[in-house]
């Protein structure tokens, strides 16, 4: 929201109240609390009649500073708010005659004291990464309604771009933009999106989380090309200033702070083949889809059912459509034997023709207006109610529906929806701010469904596809990108809202792999297999036509069983990149420039992408194969054609549907299985060691782990002369070595 016409004008109808200078302060235990009026004070008598802002510095972890600027401190602030990891860090607060200092870690804020004038900087050590002074932060007063907004502008700096921000299809750096932090059901090409993190991150190292659940605005470069502009309506506004020293860092950081992705069973990460949305479908042609696949040689691992698993008009009543499916159980068993994993798509949502819609009504678990009626609409299900999950009776009674499924031989969920909640003459159970709630639904509704999986399936067996999220949902993953459309323009948006999610933390994505409205040419749909069996997570789905590869063309049959078993075999290195994902909170899929922090030319990519450590992934964006890409400076070595570079430029090559760019960052060691049929497989058993190793005195270790992410094997490698040594621990009574690149290198193993 923009409050100002030009850098000196405010607009018409505003009255600002800005932190004018620094008045007093007061030292609560490690709590540093300032007072800044909207003037200078000269004399007595300007201390009349004059507003004034309180500033609260503490510390929640090391290295994360928060601060919390009130202007009436008796407004009740209503939740939900975030749920953060309280610490009790060691601080510092010291004073001198110009300043005031409040230090977390390495991490500083240092307080202008000198009359008419104000100032915070915030510092890593002696370097500056933000700051806020002049007219920045402020008090805002609508005139013609009385609404009021809190507002905060932070330094930009020479060069630096800021991302993040949430699942965003508008450009990957977000300078430059408007951006409302309010979940919506968008698509993919538009600037409006089903998950909203109000998190930014900057290629100087930090970043700044609001801590608001409710609808934000951000001025990114746009209102003051200078600065960072975000406001919220009310008299409180407080964000984080978190310091991971490095990006890499920051986001890891900001997990430790907000949660890390819990770890997802091994078989998540094989091939989910969908029914897609509103195709005609029964068992015989869910059946047909499972043995085609099959008969194409093409591994299949999951098998999901969308929405019309339920008789229409009954969304969700959680019983199978008996005219569509009338033997389910017997079902899921046929296809449990066959090795597949099943999962059925669920909302929050009840119609109002389902039969636990009046058993929700009777006992008051659905969402309620002020005046006590349930709230209804027609969109999406005709008289359709919310399930209330600050009822924690409606929250166990939704999690006994769903277990009567998993019962059934259900292995997971895709949870859709949960954006599209109301806000206006709305009660929750438990009294929480609406307008806040919006947002925050989703939390609740997808840790409700994740909690139920891991109770019943146990630790780290329990997966689910969210389609919607908050600060705070990366911890049940997997998020899925978005209904895009079956064209390259939708592709590339699609890769830069996982990039930008990836920024909060988000640590396994997937997508609609060759779009989800219309029908892709068999063209796209083989590039688009490359890019999908290259994510976290693969999925078949469409909207109103089936994804299985056969009815684009042949070809298209054979690019897909190339890549699903190029996947499998790579679990042994994807598998333990999810584990630190899971326990460093770095994503799988990430920028470049998380990985090559001062790389200028990785600060603006994102048509390509790391996955995990070691691997680069550069997807096809056009029928004729032409690719564009960037490497890093270093050597680097195409995993499927065996191609050499040495890196820091653009590369410019033409891929066939069975190779693309797939290069192997020097001084890796990528552990490849013996099994490429199957994701969740005995990783070590028959392990290649894929060593690459261009440079005299690189070094490297890796882990190879078990299907539930403990380590069973340990190798380490350093290359002197022409000789690579290798020495391995553990579980490795079978493992075979092949040296990457054009150079011959000897390998010796040491006991």
């Known amino acids: 929201m923009k409050f100002t016409d030009g850098y000196w004008c405010v607009k018409k109808g505003i009255t600002p109240l800005y932190a004018a200078e620094y008045s007093s302060h007061k030292v609560k235990d490690k709590e540093l609390v300032l007072y800044a009026p909207g003037r200078h004070i000269a004399d007595r008598g300007d201390c009349l009649n004059l507003g004034m802002l309180t500033i609260r510095l503490t510390s929640p972890m090391e290295d994360v500073i928060k601060v919390t600027v009130t202007h009436f401190e008796g407004t009740a ?62 008090y805002m007063k609508q ?144 059946g047909s889809f499972i043995q085609g696949m099959a008969d194409w040689d093409i591994p299949l691992h999951v098998f999901h059912f969308d929405c019309y698993w339920m008789e229409a008009y009954e969304w969700c009543n959680f019983t199978w459509d008996p005219a569509t499916f009338p033997d389910p159980k017997g079902m899921l068993d046929r296809y449990h034997k066959r090795g597949l994993k099943i999962c059925v798509w669920i909302n929050p949502y009840i119609g109002q023709k389902s039969p636990l819609f009046q058993e929700a009504l009777k006992e008051g678990y659905l969402l309620k207006k002020k005046n006590g009626d349930v709230w209804q609409t027609d969109m999406w299900q005709a008289g359709m109610g919310i399930v209330d999950f600050t009822n924690p009776r409606a929250e166990v009674w939704y999690q006994n529906k769903l277990k009567g499924l998993l019962d059934m031989g259900v292995d997971c969920f895709k949870t859709d929806f949960g954006e599209r909640i109301p806000v206006r003459d709305i009660a929750y159970y438990d009294g929480s701010d609406p307008v806040k709630m919006h947002n925050y639904y989703t939390y609740l509704y997808n840790k409700a469904v994740f909690e139920l999986l891991q109770r019943e399936r146990g630790e780290g067996e329990a997966v689910l596809f969210a389609r919607s999220a908050t600060v705070g949902g990366q911890k049940f993953p997997v998020h899925w990108g978005g209904d895009c459309s079956a064209s390259y323009a939708s592709m590339a948006e699609t890769i830069r809202s996982g990039l930008s999610l990836a920024c909060a933390g988000f640590g396994f ?110 997807p096809v964006f056009k029928e004729s194969g032409e690719v564009e890409y960037y490497l890093p400076k270093g050597n ?112 010796v193993l040491e006991e």
């Open 143 to 286: 005139e013609r309604d009385g609404r009021v907004y809190m507002t905060e502008q932070l330094a930009l700096d020479v060069d630096e771009y800021i991302y993040g921000l949430g699942e965003r299809y508008t450009p990957f750096v977000k300078n430059g933009q408007s951006v409302e932090m309010w979940n919506e059901d968008g698509g993919t090409a538009s600037d409006i999106t089903y998950k909203n993190i109000p998190f930014y991150l900057s290629n100087k190292g930090y970043g700044v989380l609001l801590d608001e659940e409710g609808d934000a605005s951000y001025e990114i470069a746009s209102e003051k090309v200078e600065r960072v502009q975000f406001s919220v309506e009310g008299e409180r506004l407080a964000y984080y200033i978190i310091n991971g020293h490095t990006p890499k860092g920051t986001v890891s950081l900001y997990t430790e702070l907000t949660g890390k992705p819990a770890l997802l069973p091994a078989w998540s990460f094989g091939l989910w083949l969908t029914t897609s949305f509103t195709t005609d479908y029964d068992e015989e042609t869910t």
């Open 509 to 618: 994505w997937s997508h609609d792999i060759s779009g989800f409205e219309s029908t892709a040419s068999a063209d796209i749909y083989k590039r688009w297999c490359q890019f999908g069996l290259l994510s976290s997570h693969s999925r078949l789905h469409g909207s109103s036509t089936y994804r299985v590869p056969w009815i684009f063309d042949r070809e298209a049959c054979d690019v897909l069983r190339r890549f699903i078993k190029l996947k499998c075999a790579l679990m042994p290195y994807l598998y333990r990149q999810a584990v630190k994902t899971h326990e460093e909170g770095i994503p799988l899929m990430r920028p470049m420039f998380l990985e090559f922090p001062g790389d200028r030319c990785c600060e603006t990519l994102d048509k390509q992408y790391m996955l995990g450590d070691s691997l680069l992934v550069a």
């Open 636 to 747: 680097w070595v195409n995993l499927l054609t065996g191609k050499s570079y040495m890196g820091g430029g653009w590369q410019k090559e033409t891929h066939d549907y069975f190779t693309l760019p797939l290069l192997v960052r020097a001084g890796s060691i990528v552990p490849v299985g013996a099994n490429c049929q199957r994701p969740d497989y005995d990783y070590a058993d028959g392990v290649k060691l894929l060593l690459y190793f261009p440079d005299d005195g690189c070094e490297e270790e890796v882990f190879v782990t078990d299907v539930k992410g403990s380590t069973v094997m340990k190798v380490r490698a350093n290359r002197a002369g022409g000789t690579i040594k290798l020495r391995a621990e553990g579980r490795c009574g079978n493992f075979t070595c092949e040296v990457l690149g054009e150079e011959k290198l000897k390998v």
């Open 77 to 138: 602030s209503k939740g939900p708010f975030a749920e953060t990891v309280r610490c009790s860090p060691h601080v510092v607060i010291e004073e001198d005659e110009d300043t005031l200092s409040f230090q977390s870690g390495n991490t500083k804020a240092v307080v202008d004291k000198r009359p008419d004038s104000w100032g915070i900087r915030f510092l890593d050590g002696d370097r500056e990464l933000t700051n806020t002074g002049f007219r920045n932060m402020a």
